[in-house]
């Protein structure tokens, strides 16, 4: 069983709709959750980083954590074409950083 | 912000040649950097991790003689491909580390290598 799962998609919704993005672990010893997004042929950028249980919010980005059934989740509200992209689920223990493969996204106009 | 360079974004090099990228903080000092491999459509693949000042840590399975990692100082590591292969081509991306704060990974704009 790999340390994270991501469905690897791809996932097209229209633009305006509310997506969800979703990795699984298996790893409790993970204590901080980090989702990256990657433009094609860029290196990836951190979007949201949270530690422990619970939601934390910035701009139409909501980033969710449930350490109880190890499930972590990105919401993006009112998706704009911009958002096209990968995003990368990264948990990290310690000095090791895990990363799911990653979802591919498309948001169409 | 805490932004971190790569050089060269692209580079083409013949088969048996080496080719050495570079990897900078620029903002902010990284005590630990890492390099990834990706291929398309595929996550990111952890190469090595480099200290600064002391010799990198590599993975399972990646050649330490053939994937030269050398971190001079605390904005500055670079990789070296040897004596590259077709099957070295790639998207290199590297990551830096904060030396205090914030201990997450800040990764560079990516390299694509192509070896002919």
């Known amino acids: 069983q790999k340390e994270v799962e991501q469905d690897p998609g791809p996932l097209s919704v229209p633009e305006g709709a509310i997506v969800s993005l979703n990795c699984t672990y298996s790893?409790?010893?993970?204590?901080?959750f980090m989702w990256y997004r990657q433009y094609s042929r860029k290196g990836p950028e951190l979007l949201m980083y949270?530690?422990?249980?619970g939601n934390k919010e910035d701009g139409r980005f909501t980033a969710q954590v449930d350490k109880s059934s190890k499930y972590i989740s990105l919401f993006i509200r009112d998706s704009q074409p911009s958002d096209s992209a990968t995003y990368l689920c990264?948990?990290?223990?310690?000095?090791?950083?895990?990363f799911g493969t990653g979802t591919s996204l498309t948001v169409i106009p | 912000g805490a932004v971190v360079s790569q050089h060269p974004s692209w580079v083409i090099c013949k088969s048996g040649t080496s080719v050495k990228i570079e990897c900078r903080s620029l903002?902010?000092?990284?005590?630990?950097m890492f390099w990834y491999r990706q291929f398309p459509k595929q996550s990111l693949m952890l190469m090595a991790t480099?200290?600064?000042?002391?010799?990198?840590?590599?993975e399972q399975g990646v050649e330490k003689d053939k994937f030269l990692i050398n971190h001079a100082s605390l904005t500055l590591s670079t990789l070296t491909v040897t004596s590259a292969h077709p099957e070295d081509s790639s998207f290199y991306i590297c990551?830096?580390?904060?030396?205090?704060?914030?201990?997450?990974?800040?990764f560079g704009p990516g390299t694509r290598l192509t070896v002919t």
């Open positions: 990551s830096a580390r904060r030396a205090s704060g914030n201990p997450e990974q800040y």
């Open positions: 790893n409790s010893a993970f204590q901080y």
């Open positions: 949270t530690y422990s249980s």
């Open positions: 990264a948990m990290r223990t310690g000095n090791q950083f895990y």
């Open positions: 903002d902010f000092q990284a005590t630990t």
């Open positions: 480099s200290n600064e000042g002391s010799k990198a840590t590599y």
